[in-house]
């Protein structure tokens, strides 16, 4: 089992930055990708970002250019970066995580094995 701990989301104005933070514990070693989603209100959830145990990376395209995903020296952190902050960037993001490489690719996120609780970010106009 792996539990993952997300951190760092809050209330911004638009054009802001925040740093989301992911914290995996248990059976990390069998994980090779970790992503981030988003769910706003009345929509679907969408993957924002995503990041292979080797290092690769991908991004939703209304995230490009903003936000950077990347893993702490211990491999058991991921950040996400999220700067140039938009409106439409508010929702609630999670950490996911699974063992599948192919599912950094999975943009609704049903194949992830492992799961955060969310944490909120809000952007003001």
């Known amino acids: 089992q792996v539990q993952l701990v997300e951190s760092g989301g809050g209330l911004v104005q638009a054009g802001g930055s925040l740093r989301l933070s992911c914290a995996a514990s248990?059976?990390?070693?069998?994980?090779?990708?970790m992503g981030w989603y988003r769910q706003a209100p009345g929509k679907e959830r969408e993957l924002v970002a995503a990041i292979t145990s080797g290092g690769s990376t991908n991004y939703a395209d209304s995230v490009k250019g903003r936000f950077t995903i990347s893993r702490g020296n211990a491999k058991n952190t991921v950040y996400l970066q999220m700067n140039s902050l938009k409106p439409e960037d508010t929702a609630v993001y999670y950490c996911a995580a699974d063992r599948d490489y192919g599912l950094r690719w999975d943009f609704r996120g049903n194949g992830m094995d492992y799961w955060g609780k969310g944490t909120l970010v809000t952007v003001s106009s």
């Open positions: 248990g059976s990390i070693f069998s994980i090779n990708v």
